[in-house]
C-alpha cells in the first residue's frame, strides 16, 4: 500500500530544495588560451564564460545567480558567469552544434553518440582515472577518455499525486502495467476532471523520459547492450515492449489528457500539484519541481509522491539509477580552463547534489538520509556500458534505423497511432523491430 512512513521518505527527496536536477553549458568566452587549446591544469581561473541549462526555472529563481556569486567569490579574477536558460534543450543546442558557439559549459544533449564527442567536446580525463572518483561517467566516454561528468544521480520512476491516488481507493503500488492501467481507470471512473497520466506530448522531451525504465524491467542491467544483438526489442515480455506497449496502452484506452497536442510542461506541474493531473512518468528529478509548483497553487508539497515503474522481479521492483545530464566543456571554448574550473567547483563545493538530495555522483558520496529509504525499498540498478569497442553501436543502429530513441518523436508516433487506431500495438513493434533490424544490417551488427 502508499504507507504514508513511505511517502515521507520518498518525497524527502525533494523536500530539502526545490531543486533537483543539473545545470550547465555555455558559449562566449574570454581571452585565454584558443579553442584548440587543452586547459593548463596549473592556470588560474579568470575571464567569463556562458552556461547553458534546460532549467530556465532555476534560472529565473535566482538559483543559479547564488551558484555565479560563489564561485566568482572562489576565483575573483573570473569576471562573469553568463547563465542562459533554454526551455528546447535539446533541440536548440543540437543546432547550436552546427557552429562552435554552443557554450563553454553545456549539458552534453543525448543526440551527440559516442564517436562525436571528441568532435564537440573537451577530454576531461581519462576513464580509468575519472572513474575512481566518479559513478556514470561510461556513457559520456569513448576510447578511454571521458568527455563528461554527471552533476547529480537520479532513480527514475513515476510522480503522483497521493491524494487523487488514494481517493480512487487505491492502496498498493502497482506490481504490473495491467494494475497500472486498472489504477488509471479507477482514477477516471471517480467522474472528477483529472487526467489520469499526463504524456506532455506537445513538449515531446518528456516522453523520452520513459526510456528511464530500460533495465528496470527485467532487472537487466545489460538490457541496452543486448538490444544491439536482436534484431526484435519490441516485444511483451522485453523492456522495450512493456514500455512502448504501456504508452500505447494508456493512450488507446482514454487515459491521459483530453488532447495531446496541447500540453504544457511548466503548467503540467501545477495540474499535478493541485491534482488536476494524477501521473507523470519522470525521472526524481522532477519531485522538487512538482512540490514548488503544488506550494505555489495553494496545495501542499506532501501530496507529491513517487513510485517505481509497475514492473517486478522475483517480486521486488527495480528502478536504474544513473547520472543526469552530463556537463561537459564546448571543445571550441576560448576559456577552458574557467570551465573545467565551473564543473569541478560545482561538483566538489557547491553542495548541490546534498541540498537536493540527489545521488552523488562521488564515489565516496553518501545517499542523503531521505534517499535512503526508497534504496531500502526499492533495488537500484545501473546500466552496465557497451563493450569496449562497441561504445557507437547503439547510436549506430539508432540512427541507421531510423526509430532514434533519444528523438520524442517516435513515441509522439505511438501516441498518435493510438489515439487514431491507424496502427495496432502490434503493428507497432512489428514496424519498430523491422526497422531496427535494417538498421542492425546497416551498421554491421
Known amino acids: 500500500m502508499f504507507p504514508h512512513h513511505r511517502r515521507r521518505r520518498l518525497l524527502g527527496l525533494a523536500a530539502a530544495s526545490t531543486v533537483l536536477a543539473l545545470t550547465a553549458a555555455c558559449s562566449g568566452g574570454s581571452d585565454d588560451p584558443p579553442g584548440d587549446s587543452t586547459p593548463d591544469a596549473d592556470a588560474t581561473p579568470s575571464g567569463a564564460i556562458t552556461v547553458l541549462t534546460w532549467r530556465t526555472d532555476l534560472v529565473e529563481d535566482g538559483t543559479f545567480d547564488e551558484y555565479v556569486t560563489q564561485f566568482k567569490a572562489k576565483y575573483p579574477d573570473v569576471t562573469d558567469v553568463k547563465i542562459e536558460g533554454i526551455t528546447d534543450y535539446e533541440g536548440e543546442v543540437k543546432t547550436r552544434m552546427n557552429t562552435d558557439s554552443y557554450g563553454d559549459v553545456l549539458a552534453i544533449p543525448g543526440s551527440v553518440t559516442p564517436d562525436q564527442l571528441g568532435d564537440f567536446f573537451e577530454p576531461l580525463g581519462d576513464f580509468d582515472e575519472l572513474s575512481k572518483e566518479y559513478r556514470w561517467i561510461a556513457d559520456k566516454t569513448f576510447e578511454g577518455r571521458s568527455y563528461g561528468i554527471p552533476v547529480v544521480g537520479n532513480v527514475q520512476g513515476i510522480v503522483y499525486n497521493t491524494k487523487v491516488w488514494e481517493a480512487a481507493g487505491v492502496t498498493d503500488f502497482p506490481t504490473t502495467t495491467q494494475e497500472f492501467l486498472a489504477d488509471l481507470q479507477a482514477i477516471k471512473d471517480k467522474g472528477i476532471k483529472v487526467a489520469p497520466l499526463y504524456t506532455n506530448y506537445k513538449d515531446s522531451w518528456p516522453l523520452t523520459q520513459w526510456d528511464g525504465a530500460r533495465g528496470a524491467v527485467t532487472a537487466n542491467p545489460d538490457y541496452v547492450n543486448e538490444m544491439t544483438q536482436t534484431d526484435t526489442p519490441w516485444t511483451d515480455e522485453s523492456d522495450s515492449g512493456v514500455i512502448d506497449g504501456l504508452i500505447y496502452d494508456v493512450v488507446a484506452q482514454g487515459l491521459t489528457e483530453a488532447d495531446p497536442t496541447t500540453t ?182
Open 264 to 445: 504544457n510542461w511548466e503548467q503540467s506541474k501545477q495540474l499535478l500539484g493541485t491534482g488536476e493531473v494524477a501521473t507523470m512518468v519522470l525521472g526524481s528529478w522532477a519531485i522538487p519541481q512538482m512540490q514548488a509548483a503544488a506550494e505555489a497553487a495553494g496545495a501542499s508539497a506532501d501530496d507529491i509522491g513517487y513510485m517505481p515503474f509497475p514492473a517486478q522481479v522475483d517480486g521486488k521492483f527495480h528502478a536504474v539509477a544513473g547520472g543526469d545530464y552530463n556537463l561537459g566543456i564546448n571543445v571550441h571554448s576560448k576559456n577552458k580552463v574557467t570551465a573545467r574550473a565551473w564543473i569541478d567547483w560545482f561538483n566538489h563545493e557547491s553542495g548541490f547534489s546534498e541540498s537536493q538530495v540527489g545521488l552523488s555522483p562521488m564515489i565516496d558520496g553518501t545517499v542523503p538520509a531521505a534517499l535512503q529509504d526508497f534504496v531500502d525499498e526499492v533495488e537500484l540498478i545501473t546500466m552496465n556500458p557497451a563493450p569496449e569497442g562497441k561504445e557507437s553501436l547503439f547510436a549506430d543502429i539508432d540512427t541507421a534505423s531510423g526509430i532514434v530513441t533519444t528523438d520524442p518523436k517516435y513515441r509522439q508516433k505511438i501516441v498518435d497511432d493510438a489515439r487514431s487506431g491507424a496502427r495496432t500495438k502490434q503493428q507497432v513493434f512489428d514496424d519498430l523491430n523491422a526497422a531496427w533490424a535494417e538498421g542492425r544490417a546497416e551498421a554491421g551488427a
